[in-house]
């Protein structure tokens, strides 16, 4: 038999627009016709050769249509879909959740012969479900028969209802509703029930604005296909669940609103977020657990972190913890609250290491398991990490962050595999340290927006609404041998500390009093490069870099050995040496007046093979002009 779509498959779809299940969905083939990319998504017409819907295909479907599994007028089999009404219109919207390909593209569109007036009545009025069932047509004079159905429908009705007083909550909505896949779901959609386990909690925020002051938390839903959505909840609906939800757990949700997701803030890959309040209804679902997919990582290695620095994409790590530091207190700004904090060092195959620093919660409760397990080199798998770029390369967690201690997953196996046998005994370099100017190892801020000094100092208003960051090579040509180049600070924080009364130095941050404490640079100096010049500030480690000692060494020049000469002929060493210099330039108001502030965030030597590369394809580009 010639491979074809459904008899009336349009009109079966309308008919039932929300199937209680698969199994319920008799065999539905239609043709693909006008398939297009709508945004993230491919949409194309539904044809049964009488009848058209617009439809949507959902997002796993993306590979096959790019492979060319699925085709412009070719045929595939709807095993599941969910009909919404589109917004404004009378029109339908046709969403497949789960299909497969029957036939690749056909050489024309599939067409139906002219029907009798009688069939084309009955497809524009579909039928209802139990009609399209049970209905049989006796003859042309349109009697038609039907079963009686009074008795068993009250029979199932009492069944039912016998069920669902027996049941729990969570079971009597699944009865109740049908489930609806992640995918499916729109802003313009009734009533609807998701089956989503709870992948990642934020955690409660408080803000202030114009309106009050309020509180705020989000989470991530994932749902059996993998799809993922960001939900979020405010003030009462915000304490209402925030002790419900807890993380891994599998969850019935239903009444909340959705809209259009702002990209700048999203942290999933999905189209929509959703938000929860005092009205929307959560159930814990009990012992389904196995039918949701568990977290899922997207694992970065270390030595290719470099990329991320200071982006907005998150990443996945997973190593073996070397060291754990004890809980430290960082005053936020803002507001002088106290915010727990605890840096782990994590290594991994590439026998790179990184500082993660574990903030408010995840410093108090996992950091402090680390620390004490420790001695045991446990792995860590730790989700949504933000890269920056204190010390070269570093890891901070977020409120959705989450850790996971020696996770039963494969990398965690053979992760485990690779340090007992070789890297217990492997000699680790930090990522921060040891990165290379190469894009290929990660450092690509080195290389990527490379611009000339006169491309900022003429831009006066780069840096005004966010940080701007560009890349440069530049000698520095003028360190002011007269400026205060360093401060006293904290041994513990870094802070800058005040002599105390007595002896010692008092840091504020740290509220104790110590003995000694450390000179950090805090330097001004004049860089220049081929087009113009300009001051920059650099601080500690960088400073170390360009001077080639550190504030301490500097410090005992000057002073304890009263060689002045000697430390202006450091100073002096220090210039005319070319560096690739990685920039933030930023506004500052200064007696009402806005000035730029460049600030060196990275500084690396030249690697002259790498620097060659990149000046050759400088010059293919002018050669080649796109």
Not at 26 to 38: R, Y
Not at 460 to 474: Q, R, T, V, Y
Request: hydrophobic share 35%; proline share 4%; net charge neutral.
């Amino acid at each position: 038999m010639a491979k074809s779509v459904s008899q009336d498959a349009i009109s079966t779809i309308l008919a039932n627009p929300s199937p209680d299940s698969s199994s319920d969905i008799p065999e539905i083939i239609v043709q693909v016709l006008d398939l297009k990319l709508t945004g993230n998504r491919y949409t194309f017409n539904a044809s049964d050769g009488k009848m058209k819907l617009r439809a949507i295909f959902p997002s796993n479907m993306s590979s096959e249509i790019i492979t060319g599994s699925v085709q412009n007028k070719g045929l595939v089999r709807i095993l599941d879909y969910t009909l919404n009404d589109i917004p404004n219109k009378s029109e339908k919207y046709l969403i497949v959740t789960k299909c497969e390909v029957v036939s690749p593209a056909l050489e024309t569109e599939i067409k139906a012969e002219v029907e009798t007036e009688e069939h084309d009545t009955v497809l524009k009025k579909p039928k209802l479900e139990y009609e399209a069932r049970y209905e049989a047509k006796a003859d042309v004079s349109g009697i038609i028969l039907k079963p009686k159905q009074e008795i068993v429908s009250k029979s199932a009705a009492q069944i039912v209802h016998e069920q669902r007083t027996n049941m729990a909550p969570s079971s009597r909505m699944s009865m109740t509703r049908r489930v609806h896949p992640l995918v499916s779901l729109n802003p313009y959609q009734g009533n609807w029930m998701i089956k989503v386990r709870l992948t990642s909690k934020g955690n409660m925020r408080t803000y202030k604005n114009a309106r009050g002051e309020g509180c705020v938390f989000n989470v991530e839903l994932t749902d059996e296909d993998g799809t993922q959505i960001q939900a979020t909840m405010f003030n009462e609906a915000a304490r209402k669940f925030y002790e419900k939800f807890q993380l891994g757990k599998v969850y019935y949700i239903s009444r909340g609103t959705l809209k259009v997701a702002n990209k700048q803030f999203k942290t999933v890959q999905n189209d929509y977020e959703m938000t929860l309040n005092e009205n929307s209804v959560v159930e814990e679902a009990s012992n389904e657990e196995t039918f949701i997919p568990e977290t899922k990582f997207n694992f970065v290695p270390i030595d290719q972190l470099g990329p991320y620095v200071n982006g907005r994409e998150l990443v996945d790590i997973i190593g073996v913890v070397q060291s754990v530091s004890p809980v430290s207190n960082i005053k936020r700004r803002i507001d002088n609250e106290n915010i727990p904090k605890r840096d782990l060092i994590v290594a991994d195959e590439t026998k790179k290491t990184v500082v993660v620093s574990l903030w408010n919660e995840l410093a108090n409760n996992v950091g402090q398991e680390l620390f004490d397990n420790a001695d045991k080199s446990p792995i860590v798998a730790i989700k949504s990490l933000k890269v920056n770029d204190f010390q070269g390369v570093s890891l901070s967690t977020l409120g959705k962050s989450s850790v996971m201690i020696n996770p039963d997953i494969p990398e965690a196996k053979k992760l485990r595999s690779w340090y007992d046998s070789e890297g217990k005994g492997s000699s680790m370099a930090s990522i921060g340290s040891g990165l290379s100017p190469s894009s290929k190892t990660g450092a690509r801020s080195m290389y990527t927006d490379r611009v000339s000094l006169t491309h900022i100092t003429s831009n006066p208003s780069l840096g005004d609404e966010k940080p701007a960051f560009f890349s440069i090579k530049a000698f520095v040509s003028l360190i002011r041998p007269e400026q205060a180049m360093w401060y006293r600070a904290c041994k513990t924080c870094n802070k800058k500390v005040t002599e105390a009364v007595g002896s010692g130095y008092w840091c504020e941050g740290c509220q104790k009093n110590d003995e000694e404490c450390n000179l950090r640079y805090i330097m001004v100096s004049k860089i220049s490069d081929t087009r113009g010049e300009a001051w920059v500030s650099a601080f500690n480690e960088e400073a170390e870099k360009i001077v080639g000692c550190s504030a301490d060494e500097l410090d005992k020049l000057k002073s304890e050995q009263g060689d002045i000469d000697g430390y202006q002929q450091k100073l002096k060493e220090a210039t005319w040496v070319p560096h690739l210099f990685k920039v933030s330039v930023t506004q500052n108001e200064y007696n009402n007046e806005k000035r730029q502030r460049i600030t060196v965030k990275a500084v690396a030597p030249i690697d002259f093979a790498e620097e060659s590369r990149f000046l050759l394809e400088e010059i293919k580009k002018m050669r080649n002009p796109q």
